[in-house]
């Protein structure tokens, strides 16, 4: 039965159009939902008008057009309706970047559902908190991740339904409690669902990374994102014509939202992969990939491959880089290698759905390691610890911003939320300086920020010193807990392939660029710096990992 039927009206309703006030508006805008709605359930089957045939998604052999994009999510949509999913019920998919995955997406969005893609380097314990503090009512297992959830599948109290998607490796399922993926979606029509949805409801779900602490999960809303969109694809110059590459993983909001769902609303193509270094330089050859977005150090491991030249990579146009600080050096790399691209830098976070600042291409030369101005849909400024604007060109400042990116709260954390929003803007945590031309600089996280005999010393000021060698593949500096200094400054450094760095000739490289109280106490090299799968380094993992090296 139709949820939004067009039935005869009484004559009190007839009423409701001689009077302007919330009620008859709110009564009206429901009435004729179907006719001026703007919600991300439209999206593709807007592109699918406009473009039927075209390819919208490839992931390896498999693609779908545009078309059988939006017949197979209204498909999804039915089926998770059929389920007992209903308008801001959870859906929770553990999955790698598929066209599953996708369709899972756009069908929660389809009927009202709210989508949570769960970080698939999480494991038991962790992924049980995702799924029972969301509530989640349908879990969706990618095979190839079945053993990060087989032994805490009865741990989950709030799951209904178990579906198994097996989009990737192909395995079978292991047990009867899982529907399978295809054959339970292609069981229902390709009908679009009739369901009222408006654009301040809830779509996404988003848990943060836990790089400082338990994650939070971040509720958005078709507006946010809607906003989000049209930002990025005019701040980043997106194309229909554009063909991206989609190597991050889509169940984080950058690659997902900046990149994936924008090319979706404009019809371009997107191709789905895993992020390894040598695939990604083959996909962007054979496929003659016009845009690519990837955090720095990715970057940084395309630029280190022994395969970097020997592909066509003049096809890139546009190349993005964001979820962390971008080194200079690395960045002016990137510019004299791919000289035919134009690069861009996206600053954000989770919150702000997520990008809230941009640096175009024609300043990247200009404000070399600036992360821009705010873009198109958004405000900035910094703030001092008084939460008053600071006025004064490079003073340093907490990163706040406002506008319609902006989330509709942490689920279950009022306090977090209203800290958060306190003032009526969004607070980063993140400190940053602007220049003459209000341009934003990211100087630290405020957690980054070195405490060491009283002074304060900002980590990345060290770190991009110690990339002046470029004998460095990556450094992280971070403070470690210390007698005297209390906190004291410690640079962790990685080698490029085949060289050997001495700590010695870090420090005596430091001690050329830097004030005293903000050398290096002590430098570690390493193999490898850890990370989440979006590159984001968890120095707080280090932090932990290193506590004791001055006791």
Not at 56 to 77: H, P
Not at 274 to 298: C, E, H, N, W
């Amino acid at each position: 039965m139709s949820k939004n039927p067009l039935k005869p009206m009484l004559a009190e309703d007839q009423l409701r159009y001689n009077t302007l006030n919330k009620e008859n508006v709110d009564f009206l805008m429901e009435r004729y939902n179907r006719v001026n709605r703007l919600v991300i359930a439209d999206m593709v089957r807007r592109s699918a008008y406009h473009y039927p045939d075209k390819k919208a998604v490839i992931f390896g052999e498999k693609s779908l057009t545009y078309a059988e994009l939006d017949a197979a999510a209204n498909q999804v949509a039915n089926a998770l309706t059929d389920l007992g999913v209903e308008k801001y019920d959870r859906v929770a998919i553990l999955a790698h970047n598929t066209i599953h995955h996708v369709l899972t997406w756009l069908g929660c969005c389809k009927i009202g559902a709210v989508y949570l893609a769960i970080n698939y380097l999480l494991k038991g314990k962790d992924v049980t908190y995702c799924i029972d503090h969301s509530e989640s009512k349908v879990f969706i297992v990618e095979d190839a991740l079945y053993g990060l959830v087989e032994d805490v599948l009865d741990d989950m109290g709030t799951v209904q339904s178990f579906i198994w998607s097996d989009d990737f490796a192909g395995q079978a399922p292991p047990n009867d409690r899982f529907k399978d993926f295809e054959t339970w979606y292609k069981a229902y029509p390709a009908t679009e669902p009739d369901v009222v949805l408006r654009i301040e409801d809830p779509c996404q779900m988003t848990y943060t990374s836990g790089t400082e602490s338990l994650p939070k999960g971040v509720i958005i809303s078709n507006q946010a994102l809607i906003a989000q969109y049209m930002g990025a694809i005019i701040d980043g110059r997106y194309s229909t014509d554009d063909v991206n590459v989609n190597a991050l993983p889509i169940y984080h909001c950058a690659q997902r939202d900046v990149f994936l769902n924008p090319l979706f609303w404009i019809g371009g193509t997107n191709i789905l992969m895993a992020p390894d270094i040598g695939q990604i330089l083959k996909t962007i050859d054979q496929y003659r990939a016009s845009m690519f977005f990837a955090p720095p150090t990715v970057w940084i491991g395309l630029l280190r491959h022994p395969d970097f030249d020997k592909y066509d990579l003049s096809c890139l146009k546009k190349c993005y880089y964001g979820a962390s600080i971008m080194p200079v050096e690395v960045l002016k790399e990137i510019m004299e290698r791919l000289p035919e691209a134009g690069v861009y830098n996206y600053y954000g976070q989770t919150e702000l759905a997520p990008y809230h600042t941009v640096l175009k291409a024609e300043d990247a030369m200009g404000k070399l390691g600036s992360a821009g101005m705010a873009g198109l849909n958004m405000e900035t400024r910094l703030e001092d610890e008084h939460g008053q604007p600071v006025t004064t060109t490079g003073d340093p400042g907490e990163i706040c911003g406002k506008g319609p990116h902006a989330m509709i709260m942490y689920f279950k954390e009022p306090g977090k939320t209203e800290e958060a929003m306190k003032g009526g803007w969004f607070h980063s945590g993140d400190i940053g300086i602007a220049d003459e031309d209000r341009y934003i600089s990211v100087v630290d996280r405020k957690k980054d920020m070195i405490k060491t005999g009283g002074e304060n010393v900002s980590t990345r000021e060290v770190e991009e010193v110690v990339y002046l060698d470029k004998r460095v593949e990556e450094v992280a500096v971070i403070g470690v807990e210390h007698a005297k200094w209390v906190e004291a400054v410690t640079a962790v450094v990685v080698p490029r392939a085949g060289e050997t760095i001495t700590e010695e000739e870090i420090i005596s490289l430091c001690r050329e660029h830097l004030a005293p109280f903000k050398m290096p106490k002590k430098v570690i090299i390493t193999d490898a710096l850890p990370k989440t799968p979006t590159g984001k380094i968890l120095k707080r993992n280090m932090r932990q990992a290193y506590k004791d090296i001055f006791k």
